[in-house]
């Protein structure tokens, strides 16, 4: 059974930092891209960033670019979440995904697999 599993969130003052880890007992990790969402309480689930399956590209939401930086292990089965100089508008549950084969840099929902369970990040101002 394919299980994505995210750590590190919680509450943070603004322009703190917090890395989340999503690591996934997926067979064919090493050769998906992986994606981080966001989503609040009444809202849409929002694309945050993903990075190809060799970690040499990686795409960002303009909301997080500068800020947050994806980075993967595939010996590992992991990927990261560097969140730098956080604001309270990044309050949210956060959750990896992990492509469709061969999709290439997705940014929408219907293009991830299989999702975490999410992780909580809340910053205070």
């Known amino acids: 059974q394919v299980q994505l599993v995210e750590s590190g969130g919680g509450l943070v003052q603004a322009g703190g930092s917090l890395r989340l880890s999503c690591a996934a007992s997926l067979r064919t990790f090493s050769v998906r891209a992986m994606g981080w969402f966001r989503q609040v309480l009444g809202k849409e689930r929002e694309f945050v960033g993903t990075v190809s399956w060799n970690g040499g590209s990686t795409y960002y939401a303009d909301s997080v670019k500068g800020r947050f930086t994806m980075s993967r292990d595939n010996a590992r089965n992991t990927v990261y979440l560097q969140m730098n100089n956080l604001k309270p508008d990044d309050t949210a549950i956060y959750y990896c995904?992990?492509?469709?084969?061969?999709?290439?840099?997705?940014?929408?929902?219907?293009?991830?697999?299989?999702w975490g369970q999410g992780t909580q990040v809340t910053v205070s101002s």
């Open positions: 995904a992990a492509a469709r084969e061969g999709v290439s840099m997705p940014r929408e929902t219907r293009d991830y697999t299989y």
